[in-house]
């Protein structure tokens, strides 16, 4: 692929790099429709960092290049479906073209504009609110005052950290699910602490760009975590069935 593209005259296109970095699980994933729009939508976030103009066209141009060189038997069939596959990998990181550093600016302004009154309601409400919602919830923040508050602060500042660094923030994700099996947090919790913690943002500000940019962030975090966790638990499950 990095030859094709320095032939082609791309070779200094550092937003296909992360494409490329990005494309196993992509494509390993293609048929499993969540994950791979999670995937495109960590990779969005990735690219955003790439200086130059992105035009998604050029990755097809290289990809199919390189493959009919790898593929023997290369035919129509082929260059109909890596086409289909690229044109909705293509569809779904359109979306968020042009908009991660927007929505990394309004998120930023939004948190720095937080006094310690506000800060205090988030850290009680978003409780409030998602024990009302799911009251299951209760048996898994059984901890002090103080550390749930600090949950809290954490989450919020995680939300602007996966703008400033999706590279670091999906590791550090996927380390805290694999932590969170161990905790048999049932993943579908997840849905009503996000849904209350941007009940109560939506409470604290009227720009609905930076609530979406706050929800779109939370959204994004609690998909990692779920699916980590329910690989994770999948894994745990199977080794514990293989030495009973």
Known sequence: FNFNAAVMGFGSRAWMKEVLTSFDNIVTNASNAARLQEECDVLSLKMAKCKGTINLPEYKAVMLASLRSLVKDWGSL???????????????????????????????AFLSSLDENAKMTCRNEVYTKFFAMAPAGQDFFKQSTTRLHFLVDKWMGLTLEMYRDPNRMV??????????????????????????????????TSDEFSEESFRWSMSLISRILM??????????????????
């Open 171 to 204: 590791e550090e994700l996927s380390a805290l699910g694999l932590r969170h099996v161990g905790y048999s947090v049932p993943p579908e919790l997840f849905g009503p602490f996000v849904t209350a913690a941007v009940q109560v943002v939506r409470s604290l």
């Open 227 to 244: 699916r980590t966790i329910t690989e994770g638990g999948t894994i745990v499950m199977t080794a514990i069935n293989a030495n009973s």
């Open 78 to 108: 082929h260059e109909v479906s890596w086409s289909w596959l690229w044109e909705n990998i293509e569809r779904m990181l359109k979306q968020m073209m042009g908009k991660a550093a927007k929505q990394e600016a309004a998120l930023s």
